[in-house]
């Protein structure tokens, strides 16, 4: 993008010099007949054709560039967004533990209405009674949440390998540390995002602590995608 917008101000100054040196030229015509001022005046206005190709081709450079660099902020917070949903959902699932002194549930649902193993487009949670982690008849949903596609995926990985999120009446979690991770659909490290959960509930979001461009997760090593 950098070197398209260069180039950009490169030709703008070249088409400003060519009109500054048609403008002279103009001047210099002027002692001719009245016919002959107009018909140089007409030359010397126009527009070439190899102005309007370097146009073209500019403009092309400008979108060939622009537009991945706009698909790639658009996964940016479509991601960020989903992951401070669940972030919010997991504090909302805290204090309702404590509040009731049950267990609450928190999993990922396509339809809202059930517990599945996707993440990306929603969540679901609820009054687990029976601690079993799949929503009862007798069980009561305090909240659902939806987000758009990240244009990726989102997985939760923690301790003893559950597909659920639980919360005791402490506010802990079930023995759960872990994270959530999205990677983009493109497999790129560099635009993964991850919300770190420890055991004891508390939450934050992984940082870029040494500059590298991609961020450490739970463990301190940079986050890979598969």
Do not use: Y
């Amino acid at each position: 993008m950098k070197r398209a917008m260069a180039l950009l101000k490169t030709l703008q100054h070249w088409t400003d010099q060519r009109k500054t040196t048609n403008s002279g030229l103009l001047k210099e015509s002027v002692t001719t007949t009245n016919t002959d001022t107009v018909r140089t005046a007409k030359h010397s206005t126009g527009t070439s054709l190899v102005e309007i190709l370097i146009c073209v081709f500019v403009l092309a450079l400008l979108l060939r560039t622009g537009i991945p660099d706009l698909l790639a902020l658009v996964t940016a917070t479509r991601s960020q967004s989903a992951l401070t949903t669940i972030h919010d959902a997991i504090l909302l699932a805290r204090s309702q533990a404590i509040l009731d002194r049950t267990t609450v549930t928190v999993c990922g649902s396509d339809d809202q209405l059930r517990c599945g193993r996707n993440w990306n487009t929603g969540l679901l949670l609820f009054k687990d009674t029976d601690s079993d982690g799949s929503l009862g008849e007798n069980e009561t949903v305090i909240a659902t949440k939806s987000w758009l596609d990240p244009q990726g995926n989102i997985r939760w990985r923690a301790f003893q390998n559950r597909r659920v999120l639980q919360l005791g009446s402490t506010g802990f979690t079930r023995h759960q540390n872990g994270n959530f991770t999205f990677c983009p659909a493109n497999g790129n490290a560099r635009e993964a995002r991850q919300l770190v959960v420890s055991r004891t509930a508390r939450l934050r979001f992984a940082r870029d602590s040494d500059g590298d461009g991609m961020i450490e997760g739970s463990n301190g090593k940079p986050v890979t995608c598969p």
